[in-house]
């Protein structure tokens, strides 16, 4: 039975991944057969604004959209073939055969924008800084190469990545767009420092920044790759506010929402604009829960935590805040269809995956009277002040969970104090939580659930877990694989550590003068806008 339902779900995953390819491969050949123009400035609307501006010790594409055009990485993902690899400053790699050893050629005459060169010598100061953060120092993914012992750059050409043990998805990270070429002497000198400086050797240079407002980058005419970029420059304006955003949209003001408008929103855009738009819809590597705070009373009682998730209809939430929100599959963690994925049947054991909504209301009411609240109790739940999807998402959660008596008070929060009270603090008692990546990786997407990771928000340790979660990272095999990966699901689930919600679908609509850009299903890969052009300003 295991290997029919594996087969069944990889061809599913094969299928969808073959589709989004495609399309994005049509895309790219019509709009490649055009010669492209030189000049004009992209306009864009984001919807929050950055925490900090370093993509290693941040999450948020309020970072990573606006800085990942000044920015080079090691490797990246295909913006034309996804998930297909590809250099960018490394211009050829090999394994060694026992998987212990991985060279890097880095491409001559890179230069940062400061004219400094680029050498093996940044991208290990970089990769050291991602891997072992010194003192004060916050790095979000160190735990996604627990198979690396040591970076090295022998000599100012090669880079040498020595592992501990043979990792089934290192090369698949080394193309994190997160993973940006800091250069090494400013690291020397603060590891700190890019939270609020810029210096990268991308296609564009840092122009300006104004906190809550805009944050524009200009052409780097150094740039490695010949003849790009084509624009002479970019400009995000910065709203929480959907419809501002939308509007912005609709009136020209931005050519483009690279993360998500609601299917109303962009409905109503195309009504207006006709072919004057286009539309771009694909999965999403990101999925929204409600993370809890295991060290706090009541959610210490895995009678309550249990409770919380059975309170919530998922069915019905995916069909109501779809059109609202893209909020829309029911799923584990990871996302549904993959390989990585559980089966539908099996999911529905487990708390608030049962189809009988009612059913489930009122094994939580007797859940909470079993804890000592039979009349439910009171929660503050803490939010980003964004509304798509985070608040409608909220919004949902509330008046479910008051149909088996607890009230939540809703507390929305600028993403910087949302960050601090989430994951910097653990001041919260339940506060939305969602966990995405720029690809369908187990190493990725499963470690908010592992001891002493910063995505770790619920403040819970399982050494089960723990140890599954090392297990999977080593494991080349990939049917082992993914029964170890649904293990590690499985206990989340049975604890009731964490809340899943639903996984997010994307709607991207832009004006079609912007041309040579296509939507992979995440927002973090394709935004170096080094291909795009204005077919007219």
Request: charged share 25%.
């Amino acid at each position: 039975m295991a290997t029919g339902v594996r087969r069944h779900q990889t061809f599913v995953f094969a299928v969808a991944l073959t589709a989004v390819v495609g399309c994005l491969a049509v895309l790219a050949a019509a709009q490649s057969a055009e010669t492209p123009r030189r000049g004009g400035v992209l306009l864009a609307a984001i919807g929050a604004d950055a925490p900090s501006l370093d993509p290693h010790q941040e999450q948020t594409f309020a970072t990573l959209q606006p800085v990942s055009p000044l920015y080079s990485t090691l490797l990246q993902i295909d913006p034309y073939s996804y998930p297909s690899i590809i250099g960018d400053v490394a211009s050829e790699w090999k394994i060694s055969p026992d998987g212990l050893l991985y060279t890097f050629k880095i491409r001559p005459g890179i230069r940062f924008h400061d004219s400094s060169p680029l050498t093996s010598a940044d991208v290990k100061a970089s990769y050291d800084k991602i891997l072992f953060p010194p003192e004060g120092v916050r790095s979000i993914r160190k735990h996604h190469y627990s198979a690396v012992e040591s970076v090295e750059a022998p000599d100012p050409s090669t880079v040498l990545f020595k592992l501990k043990f043979p990792s089934a998805s290192l090369l698949t990270n080394l193309a994190s767009p997160w993973n940006v070429i800091f250069p090494k002497k400013y690291l020397d000198k603060d590891p700190n420092h890019f939270k609020s400086n810029v210096m990268g050797s991308g296609p564009f240079r840092f122009k300006s920044y104004t906190r809550g407002s805009s944050f524009e980058g200009e052409r780097n005419p150094d740039y490695f790759v010949k003849d790009r970029p084509h624009l002479n420059g970019y400009k995000y304006f910065i709203s929480t506010e959907t419809s501002v955003r939308a509007a912005a949209v609709r009136s020209g003001r931005a050519y483009v929402e690279f993360r998500d408008l609601p299917m109303a929103e962009v409905e109503a855009i195309r009504k207006q604009l006709g072919d004057k738009v286009m539309v771009q819809q694909t999965p999403f590597v990101i999925h929204f829960d409600i993370a809890i705070n295991n060290t706090a009373k009541p959610f210490s009682d895995i009678r309550v935590r249990k409770a919380l998730n059975l309170g919530i209809d998922r069915y019905t939430a995916g069909r109501v805040l779809y059109p609202l929100t893209g909020l829309r599959d029911v799923g584990a963690f990871t996302r549904p269809g993959t390989e990585w994925a559980m089966a539908p049947a099996e999911l529905e054991k487990f708390a608030g995956f049962g189809r009988d909504a009612e059913k489930n209301r009122a094994e939580a009411r007797r859940l909470l009277a079993e804890a000592g609240y039979p009349n439910g109790f009171k929660v503050v739940l803490k939010n980003r002040n964004i509304k798509l999807p985070y608040q409608d998402w909220a919004v949902y959660v509330i008046q479910e969970w008051r149909k088996i008596g607890v009230e939540a008070e809703h507390r929305p929060l600028e993403t910087a104090a949302w960050y601090a009270d989430g994951r910097d603090q653990g001041s919260f008692e339940v506060v939305v939580f969602p966990t995405g990546h720029f690809v369908d990786d187990p190493d990725a997407l499963l470690a908010p659930f592992i001891t002493g990771s910063s995505q770790n928000w619920g403040r819970f340790s399982n050494p089960g877990i723990d140890d599954l979660y090392d297990r999977q990272a080593r494991t080349l095999d990939p049917v082992e694989r993914r029964k170890l990966v649904i293990d590690l699901q499985k206990i989340v689930l049975e604890q009731a550590y964490h809340i899943p919600g639903l996984w997010w679908s994307r709607n991207v609509v832009h004006w079609a003068k912007m041309k040579n850009w296509v939507a992979p299903p995440s927002h973090f890969t394709n935004q170096k806008l080094q291909d795009v052009w204005l077919s007219e300003d």
